[in-house]
């Protein structure tokens, strides 16, 4: 990710955070994101809450702004500013055709995906090629060493005073 860039991974939640992330799509057609090879399609004009079950809350909100950049730029790319730099561009076949636009072009889209509009809920689709196994999520569960605290201490992970 550019170290100069406005859109870095969050390390916290929002203050105002309530124990559910959600995603606005306001554009007029449905908008589909991947995460781990799981397509996640957002009905047009509508607000879903996101929940993702192998993310942690931090994971999920970190997420979620990935996929207001995506919706953003497929947005913006459909802005009269990008179809004049698409115009200006015709018959440019290099690297230097392609359509710019800074943070700040794009901010009023992002900004869109946190406004609430009328609750639905997002449909999801597992797109993980057949046979192909995907990693099962991992929880870290701490071990108390067995000298910890005592014998009557329990064990974070049986709660019976035990190690695994």
Known sequence: MNPNTKYKFASELPKDYKGTLHFTNFSDEEFTAKWNNIAYTFPAKKTV????????????????????????DREFRKSPKAVSLS???????SIHAAISYTENEIDPYIAKCLEPLPMSEATTK??????K??????????VRDANYGGEDTDSLVTGKGESL
């Open 87 to 93: 115009k200006k561009n015709e018959g440019v076949h």
């Open 133 to 142: 196994k995907r990693p099962k999520a991992r929880v870290a569960h701490p």
């Open 49 to 72: 809450p996101i929940f993702i079950p192998t993310a942690s809350p931090i994971e999920t909100f970190n997420i979620r702004t990935m996929f207001a950049k995506q919706l953003a």
């Open 126 to 131: 597992d797109e993980e090629p057949e046979g």
